[in-house]
């Protein structure tokens, strides 16, 4: 059995996929690359297959219908061998000092067969044309290298949270879990982490600076102006993330109050996109997801929308919204996220 299953969904991604997956071969043995291609039209599919025929132990090339980024992953997930699964976007990479010390990590688990259910590591916002490149890292709010569980975090604060580059998810328990990403939907990310959350109870934290997101390509789908001509799907997987997860069953105090800061940012973005689009149709999508958000759980509406950028979100009139967007624009200066 492989340690660890990487699935790298890819859609038109001939420029840049050898960088990937150059970054994830020094694995070697103890990793399967799964190379999904998603019905592209470009050479994807053949890179994808000279991969494979290079690397036959290491790396699977599987070509599907477009489907979409979720469709891509569930397709690893249900190729997957390996004991730990981790998806690793085509246009980005990963260090490589970082990533074996990641797989060191994970050989010691299943050679003393500790049961880890979610292995955590940093990430590097690689935004291209930034003087500075913000690292997300979790050190003042996990335990460093030990098994932990959700009693032993302290909270995060705002703007740090987990994203599907910080994660490496124990096969199983994705798989038990019984999550189906959308097809056709782009920000399925956010489901990837937060639904499978709630299964978790033991975690290892590696503080080193593992993935490496890269942000900057014109066409890419966290662009600001691109997200707001796809907000239904933004919508779709806000809506989607309180279906899945209702927080009045979580018992545990760290953990309920974690997948209500995540949600909290998502909501945000949703809100504050829906606030920059200025028309009066999305600002009325506004209100309908409030709406929805109190139907579903009034308890989850009074936390999200009467907290501090709740309410930001919300000031009235036009300016009102003049200040949500400003507050969102130096929230994005001083995190360093899109």
């Known amino acids: 059995m492989k340690l660890l299953s990487v699935v790298i969904p890819c859609y038109n991604s001939e420029e840049y996929m050898r960088y990937c997956i150059e970054s994830l071969l020094p694995g070697g043995e ?42 891509a992953v569930n397709t690893g997930i ?5 004991s730990y699964f981790k998806v690793v976007d085509s246009d980005d990479w990963v260090d490589i000092r970082a990533y074996l010390k990641v797989l060191q990590s994970i050989r010691s688990f299943v050679m003393e067969q500790k049961k880890v259910d979610m ?7 690689e935004k291209e044309g930034a003087k500075y490149k913000k690292v997300m890292k979790y050190e003042n709010v996990l335990p460093i290298g030990e ?7 302290k909270p995060f604060r705002k703007g740090q949270y987990l994203l599907m580059h910080s994660l490496i998810y124990r096969t199983q328990l994705v798989r038990e879990s019984g999550l189906v990403l959308p097809k056709h939907t782009f920000y399925v990310d956010n489901l990837f982490v937060y639904a499978p959350l709630q299964y978790v109870k033991t975690m ?24 707001i001509k796809r907000i239904d799907q933004q919508i779709k997987v806000n809506k989607l993330m309180i279906d899945h997860v209702p927080l009045n069953s979580i018992t545990n105090p760290n953990l309920r109050e974690y997948l209500l800061h995540h949600l909290e940012i998502v909501t945000v973005v949703s809100a504050i996109l829906l606030i920059r689009s200025g028309t009066p149709e999305n600002l009325q999508k506004k209100k309908e997801l409030w709406k929805y958000i109190k139907e579903k759980d009034v308890e989850l509406y009074h936390d999200i929308r009467y907290g501090i950028m709740g309410q930001l979100m919300n000031l009235p009139g036009r300016p009102g919204r003049s200040i949500s967007v400003g507050a969102y624009k130096i929230s994005q200066k001083l995190v360093g996220f899109n």
């Open 204 to 227: 290892y934290y590696i503080n080193v600076d593992f993935y490496r997101y890269f942000i900057g390509r014109e066409d890419q789908s966290v662009q600001e102006k691109i997200m």
């Open 119 to 125: 292995i955590i590591s940093n990430f590097v916002y």
């Open 30 to 71: 103890g990793v399967e690359l799964l190379i999904v291609n998603d019905g592209s039209v470009d050479k994807t599919g053949e890179i994808a297959d000279e991969y494979a025929n290079r690397y036959p132990t290491i790396v699977k090339a599987i070509h599907q219908e477009n489907g979409g980024h979720g469709e």
């Open 78 to 82: 249900r190729n997957a061998t390996g």
């Open 147 to 153: 098994i932990f569980s959700w009693d032993d975090i």
